[in-house]
Nanobody, 124 residues
Framework: QVQLVESGGGLVQAGGSLRLSCAASGSIFSINAMGWYRQAPGKQRELVAAITSGSSTNYADSMKGRFTISRDNAKKTVYLQMNSLKPEDTAVYYC??????????????????WGQGTQVTVSS
């Protein structure tokens, strides 16, 4: 069973920092891409940042210069360093991964997986 577990969310004041972590576990053959999405109350889920297997990165415009995505392949973990946080960053942050996994009876196949989400709250 493949699982993504997020951690690092919490309550911070405006201007503060948090680092989110997402660790993948299970019968993973390869990590093709990992990223972070967020969803605030009453709003659609949006991409925050993503990183590919080739280490290229994408950021939403509002996060550029404040957020940094990175990965540790040995730990199968992706991080999101969030600096200069603003109240409008308040949301549930979800980890997403496109993985090639090992299935005992079927071999290998590729699929998208989601973590359970971690709450980030930024106070004024």
């Amino acid at each position: 069973q493949v699982q993504l577990v997020e951690s690092g969310g919490g309550l911070v004041q405006a201007g503060g920092s948090l680092r989110l972590s997402c660790a993948a576990s299970g019968s993973i053959f390869s990590i093709n891409a990992m990223g972070w999405y967020r969803q605030a109350p009453g709003k659609q889920r949006e991409l925050v940042a993503a990183i590919t297997s080739g280490s290229s990165t994408n950021y939403a415009d509002s996060m550029k210069g404040r957020f940094t995505i990175s990965r540790d392949n040995a730990k199968k973990t992706v991080y999101l360093q969030m600096n200069s946080l603003k109240p409008e960053d308040t949301a549930v942050y979800y980890c997403n991964a496109n993985l090639t996994i090992v299935v005992l009876t079927d071999g290998l196949y590729e699929n998208d997986y989601w973590g359970q989400g971690t709450q980030v709250t930024v106070s004024s």
